[in-house]
């Protein structure tokens, strides 16, 4: 950026583009507070709208810890793009002679960084409150570690192909949550094969495949998504 | 031998072409159907012998299985014609694809509902969350955010697009359809069918299935070309050659 007849290279790019969004988020702070807000709201719903039972909270955390984490996820989806859609910077980082799909994947990194990684942060002390065994805690933040950046990188691809319409929002659900489901069964299974005493390495590493499989196609899948809304 | 498949390839680019061609097309897919859905219906539910742990309630599979199947293999379809039409820019992909879709999303429903029935007197329950149903109730989904988006995005060519790359990236759902009851330990019993084994069920309960997924299939082609002639006719209603069938068809 600073000297014009260089093209920068690949990485510059992208860390660019990771910091420009994360300064853009870190600007708007309240809009990052919101999906977190969200999150401990729903996880609160739970115990008050089931049962405060101690027993069935402390099996069922996981699941509810995951449902909530994903849920707020998507309430974020939707911004990821569409600033950068109305001001016509997209269409910008469309023309940049650097591969969209890199660009893209620094944008994904940064809605991780805000929205995922907070939430795993509170995750633990939300668990406690649902009384997960404390021996499970760590279980559970490492499959949210390997998760939620699956939830970002799937959500991506919706984001990108609901960015030029009106009802993006309640359409987002629509397209991402059935492809959220597996990381969810994997996500819950893991913590829950712990919990039974079993062998819970397996599904990790299914997770961590459901993780390279998204970082290797979803940055691809949403470039091409994000190149058709905006030729509309 | 190249230029001539190039050429026959290239003929599917021409709305006009499939739509003058697709009239046979459907007729005989009809006839099929027509033929091959009652007797298989009537084979399977009066004919055949009973099943020896599930007696009567095991005839539900008639319909069950090629509804199954069909609507895994309407996925598909529409996730090729969708790599089609963002690869070669097909006009009639993208028709394909949308007007598979709502035919699709029946069939999957139609499995998910006679499943159920089947479940309740052989599991004693409506419902189990297991991997095989759980997947295709995802792929009812999956089905139903392809039709959203079709029908939210005013622009055609773009709507076709944008649900060109949903159906593929969902398409990662369908091998685990399948093989999900070989995978997991499930309730549901394995594939009925295989194309390298002998089938575990005796000719008699065999065959009249076998042609009522011929039926089914057939089926679904007449309907699937039916609504994509229609949705030709819509799309291309600006051109000369729509214009001039309509005043052929009011002449006459």
Redesign the interface.
């Known amino acids: 950026m600073s000297d014009r007849s260089q093209p920068l290279n690949l990485w510059q790019v992208f860390f660019a583009v990771v910091k420009r969004d994360l300064l853009l988020a870190f600007r708007r702070r309240q809009d990052l507070a919101n999906p977190l807000i969200f999150f401990v709201i729903v996880i609160s719903l739970f115990p008050l709208g089931v049962s405060p039972e101690p027993a069935f909270l402390a099996t069922s955390a996981a699941g509810v810890v995951w449902v909530a984490a994903l849920l707020a996820t998507l309430l974020s989806l939707d911004a990821m793009f569409r600033a950068d859609y109305e001001d016509g910077a997209l269409e910008q980082m469309i023309l940049t002679p650097q591969p969209l799909f890199l660009l893209v994947l620094g944008k994904i990194l940064a809605h991780w960084l805000v929205t995922g990684l907070p939430l795993i942060l509170l995750s633990p002390v939300l668990a406690i409150m649902l009384h997960l065994d404390e021996s499970l805690l760590a279980i559970l933040v490492l499959t949210l570690l390997v998760g939620t950046p699956v939830l970002s990188l799937?959500g991506a691809?919706g984001a990108a192909?609901?960015v030029?319409?009106r009802?993006g929002g309640v359409?987002i659900s629509?397209?991402i949550?059935?492809?959220y489901?597996?990381v969810l069964?994997f996500g819950t299974g893991t913590v829950q094969a712990a919990a039974a005493g079993s062998e819970y390495a397996g599904f990790l590493a299914i997770q961590g495949a459901i993780l390279m499989?998204a970082l290797a196609?979803a940055p691809f899948?949403a470039a091409?998504?994000l190149k058709?809304?905006a030729?509309? | 031998m190249w230029s001539s498949f190039k050429r026959w390839f290239h003929q599917w680019g021409s709305p006009k072409w499939f739509y003058e061609r697709s009239l046979v097309w459907s007729r005989w897919l009809g006839v099929i159907a027509l033929v091959c859905i009652p007797a298989g219906i009537l084979w399977g539910l009066l004919f055949a012998p009973e099943d020896y742990q599930q007696g009567n309630s095991f005839r539900i599979i008639y319909l069950h299985v090629p509804a199954a199947v069909l609507a895994q293999s309407c996925y598909v379809l529409m996730a090729a014609a969708g790599f089609v039409g963002?690869v070669w820019k097909m006009k009639v992909a993208d028709v394909v694809l949308k007007s598979a879709a709502p035919i699709g999303a029946s069939f999957c429903f139609l499995a998910l509902f006679t499943g159920a029935v089947w479940g309740k007197p052989t599991w004693g329950t409506w419902w189990v969350w297991d991997a095989r149903l759980?997947s295709m109730l995802?792929l009812l989904?999956?089905y139903?955010?392809v039709i959203?988006?079709e029908s939210?995005?005013q622009?055609a060519i773009?709507a076709g697009?944008?649900a060109a790359?949903?159906c593929?990236?969902?398409v990662?759902?369908i091998p685990?359809i399948k093989y999900s009851v070989e995978w997991w330990n499930t309730l549901h019993q394995p594939a009925t069918f295989k194309l390298t084994e002998k089938p575990a069920m005796p000719m008699e309960m065999w065959l009249p299935l076998l042609i009522m997924i011929i039926g089914i299939y057939a089926f679904f082609g007449y309907a699937l070309f039916l609504r994509s002639r229609n949705e030709i006719i819509e799309r291309e209603r600006r051109t000369l050659w729509v214009r001039e069938l309509v005043e052929r068809e009011s002449a006459a």
Do not use: E, M, Q, R
Request: zero cysteines; proline letters at 4%; charged letters at 5%.
């Open positions: 799937i691809i192909l609901t030029g319409l009802v359409l629509l397209l949550l059935p492809l489901i597996p069964i499989l196609l899948a091409a998504g058709i809304s030729s509309n | 963002l759980t995802i989904f999956l139903f955010g959203a988006l939210a995005i622009d773009t697009k944008a790359v949903l593929i990236v969902g990662v759902n685990i």
